[in-house]
Every structure is written in structure tokens, then in C-alpha cells.
């Protein structure tokens, strides 16, 4: 009962002043209520009434949280020197402390953020075995999360989320304090969605929504919760309800603010509404959250491939870790393709099959599948794509992930389309069908449209007009597609006129980016 406690302290101190313990309790009161300033002052007042009563011990720990409070504001010269603060207490206390545990954690977090993975995972491990020393819950959770976090960055995917696993459990059974109950809870599902973990995401989403719920008018970690709420109702379909608690995410206090402007922006882009999308993108910007590779496929959507590619480059080009490379990878492999750089996005996707493996994800087994069945396709290898393209579906049917299922079906009926089998394509293109309209997913119900109403007749192309125009959305020349298809250049320049007059189009790109937005190719 965060807020009766956070008004009793109050009074409290307004009536005797508070002693250095309850300024303790009044500092995770205002903290759970997201009063973060307040939540510093206390802090501020108990370190110094524990040094004016002689416990240095007890000081350096509250400077420890003080440094953790400011880290998480982005301040890092006040946190540093609250840190230096609590060392030099702690190097004043005779024999050992489990305070030296916790004052190692900032350490393992700056190392983290330098991209010193080994030795941030060497200082978790010193912090950990301090906390099992002296049987210190919240210490052991704190480092079990960060030692994770450091093996899965250094690609020890396994024993990474065994530590996570672990470091969770006491949280999960009520056994540590409400501050370190949330970090732990959120540190672990930021971590399991880096990596693909869909199941554990979701089991740990599911038990962090029961915390929150339980107290009703908590404000820390409420927006993290939502956020991750709703990736996970938008990737099993209920994107109405990710949007709403994307929207309320966007209205609590703190870094959560960014992440959920961008997953509104995802889902109005699915929808089709591009202008909501556009301003959602900003926002998260705005806010500090990257909006790629969301952006890059919004402009794809609006055709302009030629920004859609320079963004993803760039996205790419600033990412290091192969864990960030893996969010940015599919979304390259499709934005090549639209582009019509065949060969790009033939890279882009055999770098995506080189890293997926380590991490041993369902999920990234279907984004590998269907990267890969894309590719063959747009090379002409229909036959080549099926088995990559079969295993993607599988993948995403059994993890209830019902968009991206239907858009390996969409591919899978092109393929079958290209090799002679229209009944197996018309099948695969009404499911698809079937399941973009249940989403309200209107730029695919579009295409799918396009391809069922036979695109030809509906944009006037003629046949050998359509097979120009794949050659030239896969990037081909006027004289490689002369010698493709046994024509002459002269005529081949003849049905590329006559495509840009049916479509409406002045370029090559701009014809490619409508033909991928309808479906025609």
C-alpha cells in the first residue's frame, strides 16, 4: 500500500523527523509511487544520518542505491560520485562488508555500457559470490542478472539464461525487497527478448503483470511492464490491445516512454495508418528510443525504397554486437529485396543464418526461414524457397504468431503460383488472406488482393509486361532482361515505358516499391 505509506511517512516526519531507517522506508515508498526526486532526497538524508550515527556500513549502501537512482536518470557524473563516496566508506569499515558486493554493480553496469563483456561478467562473479557469503538475497539477484546478462552478451546463450533462470526465482517466490524485485523482473525480460526468448518473455511478462496488479497504485516498473505487454499481444495477434497498453505505457514516467511510442508505431504501420505511424516514430526518437528498423519499413511501405535502404545501412552500420545486428537483419533482408538488390539482401540474409544459430530460438529459426525462402524467390528459385519457407510456417505456427505466419503463406503462394500449381497457391494466398483481414492488416489484405484478382488485369500489365517488371524489381538492366527472356533491347525498353505509364510511375525504384507494395511481384 505504496501511497498510505509513502502519506503516513510524510506526516511522520513533517510531525518528529524520521530516524535513518523509516527515511530508508520513505525513499522505496516514493520510488515505487515513480516520485524519483523524492525518492533521492530520502535517500540523501538517510545516508547522512546513518554516517552522523556511526554506521559507515549503512551509509554506503544507501550510496550505492543513490548511484543506481542517478545511473537510471542518466546522470552519470552525481552517480560516479556517490559511488566514490560509498568505496571510501566501505574501505573505512573493518573486515568485510556485504556493501562491497553491492558497490561493485555499478562497476559491472559502466563496463557493460564500455563493451568490456569479460570484465563485467568477472565483477558480477566477485559480486555474486560476496552476496553467497554473507546470504544476501538481493545482492545475489542483482548479480545473478548481471552475470547473465554478460554471457549472453559474449554469446554463451545457454548459460546465460540458466543464471537469468536462477536470479528470477527469488523474485518470482516474494523473497526480495519491492525495488530489487522490479529491476530484477525487467533486466530479465529485456534480456530474454534480446535473445529471442519468446517463452521465457512471455512466462516472466505473465508474472511481472501479477506484481504489478498486486499493488494497485504502484508506478515504477509499470511502464516496462506494459511495453513488454504489448510485444507480446502484438506478436500473437491482439494488436488492438498491445496499442492500448502501448498507449498507457507512453503515459507513465521514465525510459519506458520511447519504447512504447515505438510499438504504437509498429502496429498503426501494420494497420496501414502510415501518418500515425510517422508520429509515433518521431515520438520515440524524441523520447531516445532508435526507431529502426520500424522507420526503414515505413518508408518502404510508402515506396520511397531509396531512403528505407539508406536507413537500414546506417542502422547496420552502427551495430556491433551480433545481438543487435539480429534485430536489424530481417527488416534489411525485406528493404533489400524491395529495392531490388538482389545481392544485398542475399548477404544480409546469409549473415542472419550465421548468427541465428548460437542462440537456438524458434523465433529466429522462422525469421531465418523466411529470409531465406524471400530470397530464392525474388532469384527465381520457387522450387529453392519451399523448404526454407515450410519450415519458417511451422515455426511460426507453433508460436502463435499469426501476422508473421501469414506472410510466409503469401510467399509460399507466390512460389507455388511459379511453379504451375495455381490451386495450391490460391489456397495459401485466402488464408493469408483470411488471417491479414481478422488483423485489420490493410496494406496486406491489399496485396494479397492483387495476386488473388490476378495483378495483370487489375494494373493493366499484359504477361511479358509482369516478367519485365519482376526482372526490374530485381534489379536487372534492360539488356539483361533483353537476354533473359530472348527479346530484344529496343522492345524491352518499349515495355518499361509502358509499365511506368500503367503504374503511374517515373523510375525504376518507384516502379519496383509499387510493385512490392501490390503484390505483383
Known sequence: MWSDAYQSLMEADE??????DD???????????GRDLEHIAALERAHQAHVEGGRPARAARCAFWLTIALLLRGQLGPATGWLGRGERLVAGVEGDCVERGYLLMPHVIMRQIAGDRSAALATAAEAGAIAERFGEGDLHALA???HGRSLLLLGHIGDGLRMLDEAMVGAARGELSPIVTGLV???VIDACQSVYELRRAQEWTAALTQWCEEQRDMIAFTGRCLVHRAEILQLHGAWDDALREARRAGTRPGRAAGQAHYRCAEVHRLHGDLSRAEDAYRDASRSGTEPQPGLALLRRDQG???AAAAAIRRALAEAAEPIDRLRLLPAGVEIMLAAGELESARALCEELERLAPAFASTLLDALVGHARGAVELAAGDARGALPALRAAGRAWQELSVPYEGARVRVLLG???RALGDADSATLELEAARETFSALAATPDVERVDALLDRADDRHGLTARELEVLRLVAAGETNKAIAATLVLSERTVDRHVSNIFVKLGTASRTAATAYAYRHGLV
Not at 15 to 20: D, K, R
Not at 23 to 33: D, G, K
Open 15 to 20: 510531525a518528529t523527523g524520521l530516524g535513518a
Open 185 to 187: 523482473y525487467c533486466s
Open 414 to 416: 507466390r512460389a507455388c
Open 144 to 146: 545473478g542478472v548481471e
Open 23 to 33: 527515511l530508508e522506508r520513505l525513499a522505496t515508498a516514493a520510488y515505487m509511487l
Open 304 to 306: 520511397d525504397t531509396n
